[in-house]
């Protein structure tokens, strides 16, 4: 008897459970044909309005696409819900990162992510945007607003209030290293992912994190050698150039070049931009960032070019660090290979880089 009331039980709960399975496939089954249907027309009406960059009308065909197909948890065990809620956060998230609103962006991109029930294409991409969103963040603050509208494809401005947010957040976070930890986040689920190592190399680059930054780069190069350059970084097509790939060398973006000279030009960092004046200071008048045709490489550019002396000078920011010495080495030989008259300053040099270049330069000319 008791065997038998346990067996009557277990049946009765398969029972209940096949049913409650039912239910669930049939609320599914109606959402899908009839309010999913129906949000997702919505939806294609708002994703043409993105294209259209008509973001604010898209944002709110989105939010209309939401209230007839609302969020339900429940509901995500289901792929196509999934699916259907992630775009729907995902392209709302866009949308407010083309649109300067970065808070906003990183809030819909933190509810894509939340989505368990999508595949890692879907998760990579939505770290992708976030961590797209605090760098774009960061270059906000620093001024670099049209720079970012350009290549952002953004016609609006951060207002004060947007931009006092931004700051505070960097205040307390530091936007880059949140940059950082989506973009490695991306790499450790996809290893594949050329884009996201070379995202994550930027960011170290832009942090100092020189010797990480190679070994991101040297990432890149593995899975695509012909990887474009989007930033225009010098360490990247350095590595490029040092592993016998030929390539275009990429423009550097007036962006990456902050530091003034006298003379008006804008150089990369605070080392370049004392040479440049201790230069122009001596009357010796200078080309930075000079293509040359003697190389072996249509990609080599010396840092600064003397004609009068006839002379080429290179700054090695990084010579201590043993992978960044394989570069200084394969740029040295390249001159003695060529015969050509160079002189160079190093980390330490940056102590006292005038100094240091009337002691180099002595033999060429009397300062």
Known sequence: MVIGRIKKALEERRKRKAEELAEEQKLESYRESEDMKKAEQIKKEADRLAHLKQYKHAINEYNKALEIFPYNEKELIFKKPAEFFFKIYYNIAASYSYMNKIRDSIEY????????????????????????????????????????KTRMESEFDADEKTMDILKKMDEKSNLLSLAHECFAKAVEIDRRNADAWYKKGHIEFLMGLVKDAMLSFDNVIMISKNYENKEGIALFDDIKGEKGIEVKHSTILDSD???????????????????????????????YNAAVTWADKDDFKAAFFIPKLDLYLEHFKYDYIKDYQKLMKFKIKQYEKKKKKLVYTASEDEKNMEEALKIKLKPYIVL
Not at 133 to 140: C, F, V
Not at 263 to 282: C, M, P, W, Y
């Open 257 to 287: 070049l902050k530091f003034k000279t006298k003379t008006g030009h804008l150089v990369r960092d605070k080392s370049e931009q004392i040479i440049a004046n201790f230069l122009f200071d001596n009357n010796l008048i200078f080309q």
């Open 109 to 148: 991109f933190d509810n894509a992510l939340k989505i368990d029930n999508t595949d890692n294409e879907n998760k990579v991409k939505a770290l992708m945007g976030k961590g797209n969103s605090y760098y774009l963040a960061k270059q906000l603050i620093k001024g670099d607003e049209e720079t970012y």
